[in-house]
């Protein structure tokens, strides 16, 4: 049997590291994966215990003959599509780089497949983002829920599934699309909300920064999910489910963002005041994202495995191995 060839876009992301973890403990799997040649600094940490393992590949995948070049060096059997501008915020600074180095991006991995003629399944990292708006009469979402975007990163998700949809009923690329809710865990960037409590928490207790933690809106719930159960997710994806479909991969458990800073301030002993910062709240926000991932469970078996506690506490336990 041969080595299935698996090409990860982003490998050195929060998400792609987990990934290439995950690969590479399943026999016979060679992994590969993209970088940014100004990400070869900070972000390689996150894969510096793996790096002997794997293939990096530099070049920005906006350009067609970057893509090129990665896939004819290549020729992967599975692509999982992680590369992307992932920080909402920042779409709202840049909604011009969020869409067109989202969009741009898949297009040209698509296109450049097509002119190769090689047929991988591609797993392309939708978002729960895309369903923006949501009714209280519509939760938990189902996949089949109306798309109201409110963020510039949610509508270059949706750009992104449709994408996938139309090149899978157009040329038959073999496109898998996931819409993950909320993913935390150890490597997190700290700009996301858990891993920005622990990162300031951790920072507190070594005496970086002052007793306070900055925070944005804390009345919001999300549906979390940790990274090392999603991973497994992106695989069963690849393995079960139809082409041109999106499933929503998510606990189907909501926390509300002021329980969860409890739980993380309760892992401290430190004393720490609450103090809301106007630059964290967002212009639009979701107030409940709740999974339903009925569609997924059933044609995969998957179900989470990591209790949230746990979550919690290894993320924070990351930021202050970090910050040693």
């Not at 797993?123 to 209280?136: L, M, N, R, T």
């Not at 189902?142 to 109201?148: A, G, Q, V």
């Not at 926000?285 to 495995?305: M, N």
């Amino acid at each position: 049997m041969k080595n299935i060839r698996v090409l990860i876009t982003g490998i050195t992301g929060f998400m792609g590291s987990h990934l290439a973890e995950f690969c590479l403990a399943r026999p016979k799997i060679k992994v590969y994966g993209t970088i940014l040649s100004h990400h070869l600094g900070d972000e390689l940490k996150r894969i510096e215990h793996i790096r002997d393992k794997i293939e990096l590949l530099e070049g920005d995948l906006t350009n067609r003959a970057t893509v090129t070049r990665v896939l004819e060096k290549v020729r992967p059997d599975k692509i999982f599509h992680l590369a992307a501008q992932s920080f909402v915020p920042i779409s709202w600074k840049s909604p011009e780089h969020t869409l067109f180095n989202n969009i741009m991006a898949e297009l040209n991995i698509f296109e450049v497949l097509r002119e190769m003629k090689l047929n991988p399944v591609i797993q392309i990292a939708g978002s729960s983002e895309e369903y923006g708006f949501v009714d209280k009469n519509e939760l938990p979402i189902k996949e089949t829920n109306s798309l109201r975007p409110l963020s510039p990163y949610a509508v270059s998700k949706i750009a992104q599934d449709m994408l996938a949809a139309q090149y899978y009923r157009s040329y038959g690329l073999r496109t898998v699309i996931t819409r993950c809710f909320n993913t935390e865990g150890p490597r997190r960037g700290k700009q996301f909300v858990i891993s920005s409590f622990s990162h300031q928490i951790a920072s507190i207790e070594r005496g970086l920064q002052k007793p306070k933690i900055r925070v944005g809106n804390l009345d919001a719930y999300r549906d979390f999910t940790d990274v090392r159960d999603i991973v497994r997710a992106l695989w069963l994806a690849t393995e079960k489910c139809k082409f041109g479909e999106p499933y929503n991969i998510g606990s189907g458990k909501t926390h509300q963002i002021k329980e969860v800073l409890n739980s993380l301030l309760s892992l401290s002993k430190a004393k720490i005041q609450v103090e809301k910062n106007q630059d964290l709240m967002r212009p639009s926000d979701l107030p409940v994202l709740q999974c339903d991932s009925t569609k997924f469970r059933k044609i995969t078996g998957w179900k989470p495995k990591i209790d949230f506690q746990k979550t919690l506490k290894d993320t924070l336990d990351y930021w202050r191995g970090e910050l040693k």
